[in-house]
C-alpha cells in the first residue's frame, strides 16, 4: 500500500510495524488537524468581509493556530514512534482541553438561544461551512484518543 496524506508515512515510523489502532489515531488527528486549518480559513475568510475586521488581531489569532496546529502534528508523528508522553500529551490536550474548547462556542449558542431551530434558521451558508467542519474536527478527536487505548496500542507504548 502506498502512503496517502492521511497514512503514517514511512519515514516516520519506527523500524516495527504501526500498530493499526495508531495509524488509526493518528489518521483521525489528521482529520481532526485538517478540518481545524479549514474552518480557520473559512473564519478569516468571513472575517475578511466585514469591514470592522482588525488585521492585527486576525493575525495573532491565525499565527497561533497555526503553531499549534503544527505542534499537535508534530507530537502526532511522535506518538506514531510509540512515545508515551506524545500519547499521554494528545489525550489531555487535544482530548480534554481541545475538545472542551471545541464545544464551548456551540454550546454556549444552544444554551443562548430561546429556540433551538432559531439557531438553524437564521444560520447563513457560511455558518453551516464552519459548522460542518467543526463537527468533523470534534467527531476525529474522540476517535483519535479510543484508538490511542486499543490493546494493540497499549502494547506498543509499553516498549
Sequence with gaps: MTD??????????????VPRPIAIAYQALVVALLAGIAETIA?????LDDSDV??????I???????????????????THGDRW???LLTFGIGVVGLASLL????????DADDLGAILTGATLDDLLVATLRIVHILAVPIAVVAMYRPAARAYFRR
Design 4 to 17: 496517502t496524506a492521511f497514512s503514517v508515512p514511512a519515514s516516520l515510523r519506527r523500524a516495527d510495524h
Design 54 to 59: 482588525e488585521p492585527a488581531g486576525l493575525a
Design 86 to 88: 506524545a500519547r499521554l
Design 61 to 79: 489569532g491565525l499565527t497561533t493556530r497555526c503553531v499549534l496546529y503544527a505542534a499537535v502534528l508534530f507530537v502526532a508523528i511522535r506518538m
Design 104 to 111: 464551548i462556542e456551540p454550546l454556549t449558542a444552544a444554551l
Design 43 to 47: 473564519r478569516v475568510a468571513i472575517a
